[in-house]
T-cell receptor, first 112, second 112 residues
């Protein structure tokens, strides 16, 4: 089955700097890759997603890139702010889209 | 706005007890999911349901069962709670054919 690895497990950046979180997946049939943000004590919420027919997607300060050949995708956050501090999860799902397999999560701390 | 609610935010049970976790969504979503979240392991799928009275095992179904008698409600049952089931339990729902899953606030279960 699908396996998703996520790095780093923790990331500290200075406010205003960029943050990059990377994920690799094992199943070449996976075609949907969402990123969820979970603030402390709150539910995970989708922040951006990408499908396998697209190499990059951007939404204001966040962007996701996908390399299908290498089977990895990354989340980029520019001009980080304290409110970006949270746990970020990547995930991948197969063609049927029935099951999301999540990475272990990255704790992002933005220091002001 | 999608609303997914869970019956309890915090729950303390004793080993051997039967535990019911309830999840309700108000958006007429066909698909519902139960995950457990543990530090360093991300979110792992326990069970999911495509529609009423339908269920499928996820990646870690052992020690759990589910019930979906009504479309809006998906119950997770721990038949005989054990200490290794101490965890955060997250419910999610999704409209059939769409990819985005919407999460509930989670139930933090402690089994003593």
């Amino acid at each position: 089955g699908e396996n998703v690895e996520q790095h780093p497990s923790t990331l500290s950046v200075q406010e205003g700097d960029s943050a990059v979180i990377k994920c690799t997946y094992s199943d070449s049939a996976s075609n949907y890759f969402p990123w969820y943000k979970q603030e402390l004590g709150k539910r995970p919420q989708l922040i951006i997603d990408i499908r396998s027919n697209v190499g990059e997607k951007k939404d204001q300060r966040i962007a996701v890139t996908l390399n299908k050949t290498a089977k990895h995708f990354s989340l980029h956050i520019t001009e980080t702010q304290p409110e970006d501090s949270a746990v970020y999860f990547c995930a991948a799902s197969n063609l049927r889209g029935n099951k999301l397999v999540f990475g272990a999560g990255t704790i992002l701390r933005v220091k002001s | 706005d999608v609303k997914v609610t869970q019956s309890s935010r915090y729950l303390v049970k004793r080993t051997g007890e039967k535990v019911f976790l309830e999840c309700v969504q108000d958006m007429d979503h066909e698909n519902m999911f139960w995950y457990r979240q543990d530090p360093g392991l991300g979110l792992r799928l326990i069970y999911f349901s495509y529609d009423v009275k339908m269920k499928e095992k996820g990646d870690i179904p052992e020690g759990y069962s589910v019930s979906r008698e009504k479309k809006e409600r998906f119950s997770l049952i721990l038949e005989s709670a054990s200490t290794n089931q101490t965890s955060m339990y997250l419910c999610a729902s999704r409209l059939q054919g769409m990819e985005t899953q919407y999460f509930g606030p989670g139930t933090r279960l402690l089994v003593l």
